[in-house]
C-alpha cells in the first residue's frame, strides 16, 4: 500500500490522468471541480501538521535510488503553497478558458505539474529528487508553450526548457559527486560536507548553477519573463509557488549540508543581490502588466537567495517570511492582471484605467496584493520586508540592492494594482471577471493580511518552524509582526518612499526608458536565442559528411562504421584466440543456413520486386527456425511476427512504389558487396571471438539464483523477460506495436483511397 506522503504525489498525477475524461464529461463545469484535489490535499496536508514523517521504498538500489519521501517544516510549507494555491489556480482556469476543447489538455498538464513539484518538495533521496526536478522542466515546457500556434510561446519553451535543462543536468552530477563524498544520497541522513574535501567547491558550484537555472538568477534571468507568453494561470501558479521556487528550495534543502562551506555566503549573497537588482530595475522598463510583475519576481527570487547566503537567525527569518508572503502577494496579482486582460483585452498600463468601477472585486483583491507587496504593516509583505532588510545589515554590501529591490517592488505593485483601476477614465468595454477568476485574488490578498494579523497572537504560517528548518541551528527563530522602531523600519520606510515617487514621476521619464530598452541588441536571452538559432546549424554541419538525405549513402556509413570498428578492436586484441570447440551441425540446421543465405543472394540478384518479397520472407523465417532450433522461442516468435509485417508491408506499398530500376553501376554494386561481405565476415569473427574466449561463470546460474530473491519471481524465464532483460523485451514489444500500426495506418489509407475513388 502506499504511504501517506506517496499517496499526496499520486493523488496529483491521478488527477492529470483523469482530468481529459472528466472535462468532455462535463464541460465547463468540471473545470471548476478539478480545484477539489489540490484542495483536498491542501487540507489534508495543514491537519497533518509541519511534524516530521517519512515513507521509503526501494527502488534501484544499485544506483542509490529510493523511493524515499520526507515531511519537514520545510517541505510542508512548500507543499501547502503548491496545493493552496494550486487549488485557487485550477478554479481560476475554469473561469480564464471556459469552453475551450484545450481545457482538459491544460489542465491535464497542470496538475502533472503540480504532482511534479509536490514529489520535488518531498523527495528525500537526491537521484528521486533529479527525476521530479526534471519532470517540473518537461511539464513547465508543455505549459509555457501551450499556445504553440504562437511563434512565440514556442521559442519562449524551448528556451525556458533549455536554461533549466541544462542547469539540472549540472545539478544531477553536484547531488551524485555530493552523495558519494557522504555515503548515502538519502538528503536528511548526508553529515555536512567538510570544507577541506576536495569536492567540496565543485558541488556547491554545480548544486548552485542548477539552482541559479531553475530560479531564474542572474545571468539566467531572461528566461523567466519569456516564459510569460503562457496563459495567466500557468504564470500565476509558476511564479508564486512552483517551479521557480524550486532552485530556492533546493538551495534551502541543501544548506545543512553545504551552508557552511566559506564560498557558501559570498556565492549566494552576491547572486542574490544582483538578481535582486537587475530585476528590480529590469520591471522598470516594462509597461506590459505581466512583464511588470515576471521581472518582480526575478527580484524576489533574487531576495530568497541573498536570505539564504546571509543565513544566520537573520536569514532564516527572511526566508521564512518572505517566502510567505511573495507567493500569496504574486499570485494574487497575476491573477488579477490576468482578469484584466481577459475582461479588458489589454495588459499595457498606457491603455488602461477606471476599471476599478467595472471590475470592483478583481480590483479589491488586486489592492490587497499591493499593499502587501509594497511592505505596509500589518500585511505579511511588511514582515518579509523588514527581516530581508535585517538580513541585509549582516552583509552590508547587499544592502543597495535590498533597498533597490524594495522600492521597484513597491513600484511594480503600484502600477498592477492602482493605475488601471483607480487612474484613468472609465473604458466603454470591459466588466466585471467570472466569480472563480475572483475567489483567487481575494483570498491570497485577505490572507496576506490575515497572516499579518495573525503573527503577534499565533504562528499561524508556522513561520517559526520553517526558519528553524532552514538555520538548521536547533533553535527557533522568533518571527514578529512588529519589532520596533529601528534601522530595519527606517529603510523599510524609505524604499517605499522612493517607491512612491517612482510611481508618481513614472510617467515623465517612461517613453524614454521604454525606447532606450528596446536599443538594446543583446544580452543574455539574446545570447540564448543565438546559441539555439546556431546549435541546429552545427549539428547539421557535424552530420552533412555522413548524412546526405540519400538512404544508400546513410546504410552504406552505418555498415562500414558497424564493420570498422569492430574489426579494429578484435586486430588491436590479436584476432581471435584460445580454444575453440565446433560442433558438426544437423543436417536440418544446414538446410535452415543454406535456405537463409540462398535467400538472401536472390533477393540481392533479382530483377522483380514481388520475387525480392518472397526471397527476404526465406531469409527472416528461415532466421526464426534457427532461434527456435537454439532455444530462443522468444525471439523465434518476434521474428516470425516481424517477418509477416515486413511483407504485409511490402504488399501493402507495392502497387506505390516506382518502377523496379538499377540504382548504380557495376562498380558500384561491386562495391557495396565487398562492403557487405567484409561486414558478415567481422560479424561471424566476433561471434567466433566470443566463443573462444575463457571460461566464465554461465549466465544462467546467476539468474537462478536471484531469480526469487531479487526479481521476487519463481518462473525463471518470466524474470528474465520482464527483469533481467526488461529493456531488451521492452524494444521487442515496441517494434511490434509500432509496425503493427503501420500495418492499421496503411490498411486505413487504403480504405480511405478506395472509398474516395468509389
Known amino acids: 500500500m502506499p504511504s501517506l506522503l506517496e499517496l499526496i504525489v499520486l493523488a496529483a498525477f491521478g488527477l492529470g490522468l483523469v482530468v481529459p475524461a472528466w472535462w468532455r464529461s462535463l464541460g465547463k463545469r ?48 512548500f507543499c501547502l503553497l503548491i496545493t493552496g494555491i494550486g487549488a485557487l489556480v485550477f478554479l481560476y482556469a475554469s473561469g480564464y478558458f471556459g469552453d475551450d476543447p484545450a481545457t482538459g489538455r491544460f489542465l491535464s498538464t497542470l496538475a502533472c505539474f503540480m504532482g511534479a513539484m509536490l514529489g520535488l518538495a518531498l523527495a528525500d533521496n537526491a537521484i528521486l529528487l533529479f527525476v521530479f526536478w526534471e519532470l517540473t522542466s518537461i511539464t513547465s515546457f508543455l505549459l509555457i508553450g501551450f499556445k504553440s500556434a504562437k511563434e ?19 545539478m544531477l552530477a553536484g547531488l551524485v559527486w555530493l552523495g558519494l563524498e557522504s555515503g548515502t544520497f538519502r ?126 537567525e537573520s536569514g532564516a527569518k527572511a526566508f521564512a517570511a518572505f517566502l510567505v508572503a511573495h507567493a500569496l502577494y504574486k499570485g494574487c496579482l497575476f491573477m488579477a492582471a490576468g482578469s484584466v486582460d481577459h475582461e479588458a483585452g489589454s495588459r499595457d498600463v498606457r491603455e488602461l484605467g477606471g476599471l476599478a468601477r ?75 471577471a467570472p466569480w472563480s477568476m475572483r475567489v483567487g485574488p481575494l483570498v491570497l490578498g485577505g490572507l496576506a493580511l490575515a497572516l499579518g494579523l495573525l503573527l503577534p497572537v499565533m504562528d499561524a504560517a508556522r513561520l517559526n518552524d520553517v526558519g528553524a528548518a532552514v538555520w538548521a541551528s536547533g533553535d527557533t527563530p522568533q518571527i514578529k509582526l512588529w519589532a520596533g522602531i529601528n534601522a530595519e523600519l527606517m529603510i523599510s520606510l524609505a524604499s517605499l518612499a522612493l517607491g512612491i515617487i517612482l510611481f508618481v514621476t513614472w510617467p ?27 546549435m541546429p546549424k552545427l549539428a547539421g554541419f557535424a552530420a552533412a559528411p555522413f548524412q546526405q538525405g540519400r538512404l544508400r549513402i546513410d546504410l552504406l556509413v552505418v555498415v562500414l562504421t558497424a564493420t570498422l570498428l569492430p574489426a579494429i578492436a578484435l586486430l588491436r586484441h590479436g584476432g581471435l584466440s584460445g580454444d575453440l570447440e565446433l560442433t558438426m551441425p544437423l543436417i536440418h540446421e544446414v538446410m535452415v543456413v543454406a535456405a537463409a543465405v540462398i535467400g538472401a543472394i536472390l533477393s540481392s540478384a533479382t530483377q522483380s520486386r514481388l520475387a525480392a518479397i518472397a526471397f527476404l520472407g526465406v531469409s527472416g523465417f528461415s532466421t526464426a527456425l534457427l532461434f527456435a532450433f537454439f532455444g530462443a522461442p522468444d525471439l523465434a516468435v518476434t521474428q516470425l511476427l516481424v517477418e509477416t509485417l515486413a511483407v504485409v508491408f511490402f504488399v501493402l506499398v507495392f502497387s506505390k512504389l516506382p518502377r523496379f530500376a538499377a540504382l548504380g553501376s557495376r562498380w558500384v554494386k561491386l562495391r557495396d558487396a565487398a562492403i557487405a561481405s567484409a561486414f558478415g565476415l567481422v560479424m561471424t569473427a566476433l561471434v567466433l571471438a566470443v566463443l573462444s574466449a575463457d571460461p566464465m561463470t554461465p549466465v544462467s546460474a546467476q539468474h537462478l539464483a536471484l531469480s526469487v530473491p531479487e526479481a521476487k519471481g519463481a518462473n525463471v524465464v518470466n524474470t528474465i523477460l520482464v527483469d533481467f532483460r526488461a529493456l531488451d523485451t521492452l524494444g521487442e514489444i515496441t517494434v511490434l506495436v509500432l509496425a503493427a500500426l503501420g500495418v492499421f495506418s496503411l490498411l486505413r489509407m487504403d480504405r480511405e483511397e478506395a472509398e474516395a475513388a468509389a
Open 508 to 534: 515623465r521619464w517612461q517613453q524614454a526608458v521604454v525606447e532606450r530598452a528596446d536599443r538594446v541588441k543583446f544580452g543574455p536571452a539574446e545570447g540564448c536565442r543565438a546559441l539555439l538559432e546556431v
Open 152 to 170: 512565440k510561446a514556442r521559442k519562449a519553451a524551448i528556451q525556458a526548457l533549455f536554461v533549466t535543462g541544462a542547469g539540472g543536468l549540472a
Open 358 to 432: 467595472l471590475m470592483p472585486w478583481t480590483a479589491a483583491g488586486a489592492g490587497l496584493g499591493m499593499l502587501s507587496m509594497a511592505g505596509l504593516i500589518p500585511f505579511l509583505g511588511f514582515v518579509g520586508k523588514e527581516y530581508l532588510i535585517g538580513a541585509a545589515l549582516k552583509a552590508p554590501w547587499t544592502l543597495p540592492a535590498v533597498i533597490v529591490g524594495a522600492a521597484t517592488a513597491g513600484w511594480a505593485g503600484f502600477q498592477t494594482a492602482i493605475r488601471p483601476f483607480h487612474m484613468g477614465s472609465t473604458p466603454e468595454a470591459g466588466h466585471e
Open 187 to 312: 538528503l536528511s541522513e548526508m553529515p555536512a560536507l567538510p570544507a577541506a574535501s576536495a569536492g567540496a567547491v565543485p558541488i556547491l558550484l554545480l548544486v548552485a548553477l542548477g539552482a541559479f537555472t531553475k530560479s531564474a538568477q542572474f545571468p539566467f534571468h531572461f528566461w523567466l519573463p519569456g516564459a510569460m507568453e503562457a496563459p495567466t494561470p500557468v504564470s500565476s501558479y509558476l511564479h508564486s509557488a512552483t517551479m521557480v521556487k524550486a532552485g530556492v528550495f533546493l538551495l534551502a534543502r541543501l544548506n545543512p549540508q553545504l551552508g557552511e562551506l566559506p564560498l557558501w555566503t559570498p556565492l549566494l549573497a552576491t547572486a542574490g543581490a544582483l538578481t535582486l537588482l537587475t530585476g528590480g530595475l529590469l520591471s522598470l522598463r516594462a509597461t506590459d502588466l505581466k512583464q511588470i510583475l515576471a521581472y518582480s519576481t526575478v527580484a524576489g527570487l533574487g531576495a530568497l537567495v541573498l536570505a539564504l547566503g546571509v543565513g544566520g
Open 30 to 77: 468540471g473545470s471548476a471541480w478539478t480545484a477539489v484535489v489540490p484542495g483536498g490535499l491542501f487540507v489534508w496536508l495543514a491537519a497533518m501538521g509541519p511534524g516530521e514523517q517519512t515513507s521509503f521504498r526501494p527502488w534501484a538500489p544499485d544506483l542509490g535510488a529510493e523511493l524515499a519521501f520526507r515531511l519537514d517544516p520545510l517541505s510542508w510549507i
